[in-house]
């Protein structure tokens, strides 16, 4: 009867001692699930060229996290900047990416999106039961956007989101620092997605920018 339990607390020893040298970047989902589209409500794609700006802070934004099984990373920025460009790519018919708060190109544009990161908090555990391990995952993130109408140089819609996101994952004696990887990752696509749901739906819902929106497709149907 004694073997079992050292058995056990020697798999769990060697879980920690192990993971301590592993360094992970477990990647993110790039698609959008269906909790976005869910929170977005009303998806309506516009004849309107849209001109999108990532502020740097936003588009290139990693978390590291390092606990008793390893050092991880997640590309945080990437994984958004894909999710939010596919979720405009059903709301207008053409996206230009832009590396400037304004644009420059040759082709004309209707709007100009700009979006930064506001805040953003990520928490991450292990917790080694008698004959168990356990991850628990907490995320957050707050961004702000503005639209702009380029003729007329005024900012036409403000809008700020704040999302987060809560997981845990039990196994019965180890747990691979890949698996405790999705389930992390999990929880951060999961709060991606739902602050891009909630942006997209704010705009849908504001009379402001619909205003507007009516005067881009008019301006592009008379050209």
Not at 58 to 66: K, N, Y
Not at 71 to 93: E, P, Q, R
């Amino acid at each position: 009867m004694t073997g079992k339990p050292i058995f056990l607390s020697l798999l769990l020893c060697g879980f920690a001692i192990f993971g301590c040298s592993i360094k992970a970047s477990p990647p993110l989902d790039a698609s959008l699930g269906m909790e976005a589209f869910e929170r977005m409500g009303t998806i309506d794609q516009r004849n309107i060229a849209l001109a999108l700006f990532l502020d740097p802070k936003l588009r290139d934004l990693t978390v590291e996290q390092s606990i008793k099984i390893g050092d991880f990373t997640f590309d945080v920025g990437k994984a958004f900047s894909a999710k939010l460009i596919k979720a405009l790519a059903y709301n207008f018919k053409t996206i230009h990416l832009i590396t400037t708060p304004s644009y420059h190109g040759d082709i004309p544009v209707n709007a100009i999106m700009r979006v930064a990161l506001q805040d953003v908090d990520v928490n991450m555990g292990v917790k080694a039961g008698f004959a168990t391990v356990g991850t628990q995952a907490y995320s957050r993130i707050a961004i702000r956007a503005d639209i702009l109408d380029p003729k007329e140089n005024k900012t036409v819609w403000v809008g700020t989101s704040q999302a987060k996101a809560e997981g845990s994952h039990e196994d019965v004696g180890q747990m691979s620092y890949q698996e405790a990887g999705r389930g992390f990752a999990g929880t951060i696509g999961d709060a991606i997605d739902r602050a891009i749901g909630d942006l997209l739906a704010q705009m849908s819902k504001s009379e402001s920018l619909r205003t507007y929106l009516i005067k881009w497709e008019r301006e592009n149907h008379d050209q």
